[in-house]
């Protein structure tokens, strides 16, 4: 019988104190700005909160959907590297936290909140039902509550599982996947359209769900690959192989292009209906110095990536995937900003104000990794396919 031995990992660490001085550096800085933007320019503000909100919301939600998806498909290689996942899914719940201040000034973000909008407006007037104050709130409510059950579920069963060694907490854990997965795909679908789509209320996409999906697991991914490269550099993973590191690449690569399919069939679609009611949304994003940043999100988004990932070596070099990471999560971040700013501003604008939002996102993962790292092993030890997972091979 093989005898599991105790990975590297399989302890409780500490980030270097300049990391976590850095983390709070960022955190407390960007927020000084935002409040100081809210006081400015508390529409703009506004705005910009929607892209942290669902920036941080894919960093989250991503990170929960990642544990999902290796529990409902077995998957053995990426058990060395789980906690990471659970560790960057301990975002949710400071998800809300981020909404308040949108909540507070939903009239100046979405223009079906007026109600004498809704009364001149028989477009408007039938999507009333959905599109309202009150149900809105009720559905980022039960988005949340979703999210939070699960994560905790899915943690607490895996910490639980370093003590007990209980196979069964996996298949307790595979069976919550199951029922998460679907749950996932509706509650992301809503974040997408209430947050995003609905700024522009009457343009409507029925692949904007899919779209968001899809840049919210590569930014997941990418978070990920970040870190566990970063941890294994540090010796805090040394157990991964370079097979575990071209599983990351490949699965980044694999993103990367469904992002691009699912963008270009967005397009597609409107282009060959042309509907003014939908080709209004792009040609927005084609005018006032937007179709700058329509061109450079193409060659940010996918190009680059697509080209530095192809090769199977550079899916195995540490430092081209650290480079990549970083590099797609500033494009999803952009990708939002895209998505979102159109909205506030025909013309294309850049303000002070947009700094500290990208400050507080990176400094609240440094910081929350921090907590997570101190108090929990960076390894599921306990886990019956971890031994598998450590030999792994391609």
């Known amino acids: 019988m093989t005898t599991l031995h105790t990975p590297t990992g399989g302890q409780h660490h500490q980030l270097p104190a300049s990391v976590v001085r850095l983390g709070w550096f960022l955190l407390a800085g960007g927020m000084l700005i935002c409040g100081a933007g809210y006081m400015a320019d508390t529409t703009r503000s506004a705005f910009n909160n929607v892209i942290l909100f669902m920036f941080l919301a894919s960093l989250a939600g991503g990170s929960v959907f990642l544990l999902a998806l290796e529990y409902i498909t077995g998957a053995v290689w990426s058990v060395p590297m789980r906690r990471i996942n659970e560790f960057l899914a301990g975002l949710t719940p400071l998800i809300p936290l981020f909404a308040l201040p949108m909540l507070f000034n939903m009239h100046g973000l979405f223009h079906w909140s007026h109600a004498d909008a809704v009364a001149q407006d028989d477009l408007l007037a039938k999507k009333s039902p959905y599109l309202n104050v009150t149900f809105f709130v009720v559905r980022f409510l039960i988005v949340a509550a979703v999210w939070n059950l699960f994560y905790l579920l899915f943690t607490r069963n895996s910490r639980r599982q370093d003590t007990t060694r209980d196979p069964r907490l996996t298949t307790v854990n595979i069976r919550l996947a199951a029922a998460f997965l679907p749950l996932f795909a509706v509650t992301l679908t809503v974040v997408a359209v209430d947050w995003a789509m609905s700024l522009e209320p009457h343009w409507f996409s029925t692949i904007f769900g899919v779209y968001y999906f899809a840049g919210t697991a590569l930014a997941a991914v990418s978070a990920a690959t970040y870190v566990i490269i970063r941890f294994q550099e540090r010796g805090m993973l040394r157990d991964l192989r370079r097979d575990h590191l071209y599983s990351l690449g490949a699965l980044m690569f694999a993103f990367i292009n469904f992002w691009a399919y699912i963008a270009f069939s967005q397009f597609l679609l ?125």
């Open 270 to 394: 409107v282009w060959y209906a042309n509907l003014p009611e939908e080709t209004v949304w792009f040609m927005a994003r084609w005018k006032g110095g937007w179709e700058y940043v329509s061109v450079l999100l193409i060659i940010v988004h996918f190009v680059v990536p697509y080209f530095a990932l192809l090769m199977q070596d550079s899916k195995m070099d540490p430092k081209r995937l650290k480079l990549m990471a970083l590099w797609i999560l500033a494009a999803h971040m952009l990708d939002l900003y895209w998505l979102v700013m159109p909205t506030y501003s025909p013309t294309l604008s850049v303000s002070w104000m947009d700094i500290g939002y990208p400050a507080v996102a990176v400094g609240l993962v440094i910081v929350v990794l921090a907590y997570k790292v101190q108090r929990n092993n960076l390894v599921p030890i306990g886990d019956p396919k971890l031994e598998r997972g450590l030999s792994f091979r391609l």
